[in-house]
């Protein structure tokens, strides 16, 4: 086949890929915002069979025969065409592996465990999640099997989330920063801690979203390319650089969770919306890694969110939006409880500080799920035992134990220890990003735009188009999780006067 005919079928394949994405994508999306509650069935079988077509399509003998061909002419190809043949070669192999009747079978799986998740939760009824993640877990065994049979089960999904990563390097990661964090939370725990009562005010829901749309603008982001939406548990979905959408959940007694969930998700949003257009449509549009794509989110979260100048930045208007709930509060007031270090029991509401533990607890659950060593009926028994162990806290029930998360309803076994490696990498990142310009300046006026135009160049633009480890050295260097333990101590250091 001829260059120039190659290319146009690769595009055509991409572009066919990205069409069954964004149907089953949206499907999701109704579900999760909008959709009536007893309605998952039907999904089901729309999403089983667009599953099935899309496997059909790429797993097809022509499929593979123009990928390899393609290969064969690489030297003849620019660097993103032929990234995108590297990649899809890669996801090629696997798929070809995965059974059409399994691969459907699983997107069916996933869209009934997400219903019936969240009843569970509601419930506080471990039992009725039960037999779902028992199926789960066994899918993500037998699939990791799919993905590489040469690495441990768990060692083959966490290579599906960031390439490179394995159990024995996070079981390095984690204990470094144990070692810090562990000892640090002990001092705190004799100091004084700072008044957060005013956080769990009444904070009515409309003024809380108008809130939402503020930070969004302060953001950055475009409101023609990014919307935001109510879920049971916060999450961003692009469709592409120009659309994406965000979510958030609102308590009226918990203000700070809102807001930080939508920076959060922001974050995610900025990334997304930062890729390249050449990159669009094509199996490099998107963040390279979640370890990467979660050093986006929790670095406007916390590295900029939780800082003092951003919270003097954003305070006088947040007073506007509030002025009966914080009238008696200060900015600096409020970012010592924004920063408050307890150990807690919900992961999406914990400080900085202790925010790794939580990752920790259902890493090492995970590791003994797909490990075999571990049976789904005793999750909640040793999810409680680890809590009490790694953060001192006594769970009371399922709904905030075990059941919190939606990540393993969706089949995302491997992916909880991003969030950890996206905090360090972030911290590594500012300390970078403070040595080639002033931060903190534009920051403290509510101006953000050197910040993302630094991370766009760095890491945003590039979409796939680099190997993760690649991404994280043209914006960290040489990675060191010791520079995020030695963020954390310095700033908790400040903050309790230790």
Request: aromatic share 12%.
């Amino acid at each position: 086949m001829e260059l120039k005919e190659a290319l146009v079928q690769l595009d055509q394949l991409q572009r066919k890929m990205y069409a069954y994405q964004v149907a089953s994508s949206s499907l999701y999306l109704d579900a999760t915002t909008v959709a009536p509650r007893d309605t998952a069935e039907g999904r089901g079988v729309a999403l089983g069979i667009l599953a099935g077509e899309r496997h059909k399509l790429f797993s097809a003998p022509q499929a593979g025969e123009l990928l390899d061909g393609l290969w064969e002419q690489r030297d003849e190809l620019d660097h993103a065409v032929r990234r995108q043949v590297e990649e899809l070669r890669r996801s090629y192999a696997q798929l070809t592996r995965i059974p059409a009747d399994e691969y459907m079978e699983y997107a069916m799986l996933t869209n009934e465990a997400d219903s019936v998740w969240h009843r569970a939760k509601e419930e506080n009824n471990f039992e009725l999640f039960r037999p779902v993640l028992e199926k789960l877990v066994a899918f993500n065994i037998k699939f990791a099997g799919y993905y590489d049979a040469s690495k441990a089960p768990y060692d083959a999904l966490l290579n599906e989330y960031e390439r490179g990563v394995d159990m024995e390097y996070l079981d390095g990661f984690f204990a470094t920063l144990r070692q810090r964090i562990v000892p640090l939370l002990r001092a705190i725990g004799e100091k004084e801690q700072p008044d957060d009562a005013f956080l769990r005010r009444c904070y009515p829901v409309d003024a809380q979203r108008k809130f939402s749309d503020y930070l969004m603008e302060v953001l950055g982001l475009d409101r023609a390319h990014c919307t935001i939406g109510e879920t049971e548990h916060p999450f961003t979905l692009e469709f592409n650089n120009k659309d994406v959408r965000i979510t958030t959940h609102y308590h009226k007694d918990n203000v700070d969770f809102s807001m930080y969930s939508v920076i959060h998700e922001g974050g995610h949003a900025k990334y997304e919306l930062g890729i390249a257009d050449q990159l669009q449509y094509t199996c490099l549009a998107g963040g390279v890694s979640m370890g990467v794509h979660e050093s986006q989110s929790r670095f406007y979260e916390n590295l900029i969110g939780r800082s003092l100048p951003f919270i003097q930045a954003i305070f006088p208007k947040m007073k506007e939006f509030f002025p009966e709930q914080l009238a008696d509060v200060t900015a600096e007031q409020f970012y010592r409880a924004v920063n408050k270090a307890q150990p807690s029991l919900i992961r999406t509401e914990a400080d900085e500080l202790t925010y790794c533990l939580h990752v920790m607890v259902r890493y090492e659950i995970e590791k003994q799920l797909i490990g075999g060593t571990l049976a789904v009926k005793d999750v909640p028994e040793t999810w409680n035992r680890l809590y009490k162990e790694y953060l001192g806290v006594d769970v009371p029930d399922d709904k905030r134990g075990c059941l919190q998360d939606s990540h393993w309803s969706g089949g995302s076994f491997g992916y909880f220890p991003s969030y950890a490696l996206g905090s360090a990498y972030g911290a590594q990142m500012l300390r970078n990003m403070e040595q080639d310009m002033d931060v903190w300046g534009p920051v403290s006026r509510g101006d953000l735009s050197q910040v993302s135009a630094w991370l766009g160049e760095k890491v945003h633009r590039h979409g796939g188009l680099m190997e993760p480890a690649d991404v994280v050295k043209n914006a960290c260097g040489d990675f060191d999780p010791t520079v995020y333990a030695d963020y954390l101590e310095k700033k908790y250091s400040a903050l309790y006067g230790l």
